[in-house]
């Protein structure tokens, strides 16, 4: 008979399965594969081999400052140099990793190696006790260390208690101090160690850690997924580490480029692949459809910002030319993407998408609609590429060649080497010259067929009537361009209609600038269709408001309404009359009798020799007595007429 023991109900809550017994807590993976070595730091080759050969030297500083971003192995260097020069087998250039000593580091117990959290450890108390403890020597090691991390956190007068420190250090203690933000560091207490910069870590090193982690621990990452990761951790192999394990959580034993952009929350290449080929296509609506697809899926538009910023950096080294292996080694799941589209942009288009988009980055922080203004962004990438390709000067001449081609397959002769002439019609001289007016310019050349004349007609006309826009106004002699002639005016009826009809009829249309800056000049003449007006010498304002385009445009079309034929308007300063044909001889001599009356009239009165001199204006007429500074000149608004509010200043 076998005999049971009685167990109380109490004790049945006590026991445990053989699979529930307790096992070693886990450890992340950027705390498992911490170096435990000089020798194992990866990135960091000019402080490794400082230290070693300091310590190797007996030349040990009594304090460092490693400066560096995140995840660059500043702490884990300071915890590496402590059991170095704590180690029971001696202080050399490596520590064993395994006498009592190093072990106490590693685990973070050895009472003689001090990790202080300055940032919550900041204010002057915390920094007056670690000056009293520094003053008593080591417990059970060679020497103390102790290691401020994020020193930048401490208080002004914390600093001011921990440069007497510096200053004079007791013998046998090495102060480490870490921090994330140097220059906020006095320099004071900068001077007084020996500073390391920590540099980021290359895609390249990353990726190949992460391969042997990966090995190690049995899980089978594809090797763009560990480019990946390599370039999102940034620099930092504590991130990268993270990411790791984050993929290897969800994956099990295995993860995919497609598993990883997911977890991560990351942007399918094919994402930005297609937002860029509607920028290069105007497609506005898939390029919407994009976006709002991206907002959708929960994506961080700052992350989607960055990676889009980067599939344009890699296209702009594309286009600068260089070993495309070179450029795309660290983004090989962007590689396929970006050699499809590198031809599709410009250098020019590609710089100013970018600047585009780091403006946006600034416009997002802190904006309430992101997604708008992310879609705002996008319809700028779109005018920008359509202004800076179409209108670069190779799709322009590609342009030209096209209607080369074109033309000359419709049977007329290619536009190269020849000048572009209108098509006769009305208010347009249908022959070449005057020497042959009764000659067809087009004779001896087959007529061209209506179907090529109606495809393109319109810009053949098109670019006719820009010629002529151009040509027109500059001279009087292009017989190919000139209207039809108007009749003849002599110069006496041409002042009469300039004062009766010309001017009352600007007037009575309200368009006062114009009667304002016409009301200063005079008409010259009118013959072979230019209209000639003419302004003083110094009224070289006057003359640049008539011949701008708006003005111009209006004079003509009102000389044609009123003249019954199209006119060209024709600008001149009287000291160039002579040149202006009929009248010029008349104008001067009234010019210069008119000067030299006002010149007698001006007599000597300073004030108004000042004023002249001041406005380089003209004498009208002065009164009987002299004029002082008290006296202004007026004018009735009844003359004018009070301007509308849309009309715009006449200077």
């Not at 020996?194 to 850690?209: G, H, K, M, S």
């Not at 000389?559 to 060209?568: D, E, P, R």
């Not at 210069?592 to 002249?612: A, V, W």
Request: with cysteine; hydrophobic share 35%; charged share 30%.
């Amino acid at each position: 008979m076998v005999h049971m023991e009685k167990i109380s109900p109490e004790e049945v809550l006590f026991l445990s399965p053989p699979e529930m017994e307790e096992k070693k807590p886990y450890t992340a993976l950027y705390r498992r594969w911490r170096p435990q070595l000089f020798s194992q730091v990866v990135g960091q080759e000019h402080v490794t081999r400082t230290l070693q050969n300091a310590l190797a030297s007996g030349r040990v500083a009594h304090a460092y400052l490693f400066c560096g971003l995140r995840g660059t192995g500043k702490t884990t260097m300071a915890k590496l140099l402590a059991k170095a020069l704590n180690c029971l087998d001696g202080v050399k250039a490596e520590p064993c990793s395994r006498c009592r000593s190093c072990l106490e580091v590693t685990e973070g117990r050895n009472m003689d190696v001090l990790e202080i959290d300055a940032a919550s450890n900041r204010g002057i108390d915390e920094i007056r006790d670690l000056r009293e403890k520094a003053r008593y020597a080591a417990a059970q090691n060679r020497c103390k260390v102790y290691i401020v991390d994020e020193v930048h956190m401490l208080t002004n007068e914390a600093f001011n208690a921990l440069l007497k420190i510096l200053e004079e250090p007791p013998p046998k203690v090495v102060f480490i101090l870490a921090t994330t933000e140097v220059y906020k560091l006095p320099l004071t207490v900068v001077s007084r160690c020996q500073r390391f910069d920590f540099q980021l870590l290359e895609v390249p090193e990353i990726a190949r850690y992460l391969r042997d982690v990966s090995a190690d621990i049995g899980f089978v990452v594809e090797e763009e997924t560990l480019y990946l990761l390599a370039r999102l951790a940034e620099g930092s192999m504590r991130d990268a580490l993270g990411f790791l394990e984050q993929c290897r959580a969800y994956g099990g034993e295995k993860i995919s480029y497609a598993q990883a952009l997911e977890i991560l929350g990351l942007t399918a290449p094919e994402t930005i692949f297609n937002l860029l080929r509607a920028v290069v296509e105007e497609d506005i609506g898939g390029g919407l459809s994009v976006i709002q697809e991206t907002v959708h899926r929960g994506r961080d538009l700052h992350r989607f910002l960055r990676e889009l910023i980067l599939y344009l950096r890699k296209l702009v080294l594309l286009q600068a030319g260089g070993d495309d292996e070179d450029n795309l080694k660290d983004v090989p799941g962007l590689k396929p993407y970006l050699i499809k589209q590198k031809d599709k942009f410009t250098s020019a288009v590609l710089l100013e998408m970018l600047e585009i988009l780091q403006q946006l980055i600034y416009q997002l922080k802190g904006s309430s609609q992101p997604q708008f203004l992310l879609e705002l962004a996008f319809l700028r990438l779109v005018r920008a590429y359509r202004f800076r390709q179409y209108l670069s000067p190779g799709a322009l001449l590609s342009r030209l060649e096209d209607l080369e081609e074109k033309l000359q397959s419709a049977g007329l002769e290619g536009l190269a080497g020849r000048e572009l002439l209108p098509p006769s019609g009305p208010g347009l001289n249908p022959g070449l010259n005057s020497n042959n007016k009764g000659e067809n310019p087009a004779a001896g050349r087959s007529e061209p067929p209506s179907s090529a004349k109606t495809v393109f007609e319109e810009e053949f006309q098109a670019s006719a009537r820009t010629c002529e826009e151009k040509e027109a106004p500059c001279c009087g002699n292009s017989e190919t361009r000139a209207p039809e002639a108007a009749p003849g005016i002599d110069p006496e009826g041409l002042q009469e209609f300039w004062d009766k009809q010309l001017l009352p009829e600007i007037k009575k249309q309200r368009k006062l600038n114009i009667h304002a800056l016409l009301q200063e000049g005079r008409p010259i003449s009118c013959r072979e269709g230019i209209f000639t007006i003419s302004f003083p010498p110094t009224h070289g304002i006057h003359k640049g408001r008539i011949e701008s385009k708006e003005h111009r445009r209006y004079l003509e079309s009102l000389l044609a309404q009123l003249l019954g034929t199209g006119v060209h308007i024709k600008v001149t300063l009287q000291e160039n009359e002579k040149r202006a044909g009929v009248g010029g001889e008349a104008a001067e001599k009234k010019t210069n009798s008119t000067l030299k009356n006002s010149e007698e009239k001006r007599g000597d009165d300073f004030f108004i020799h000042q004023m002249l001199e001041l406005f380089n204006g003209r004498l009208i007429e002065t009164g009987g007595e002299s004029l002082d500074s008290r006296d202004f000149w007026s004018f009735s608004l009844e003359e004018i007429g009070e301007p509308p509010e849309d009309e715009e200043a006449p200077f």
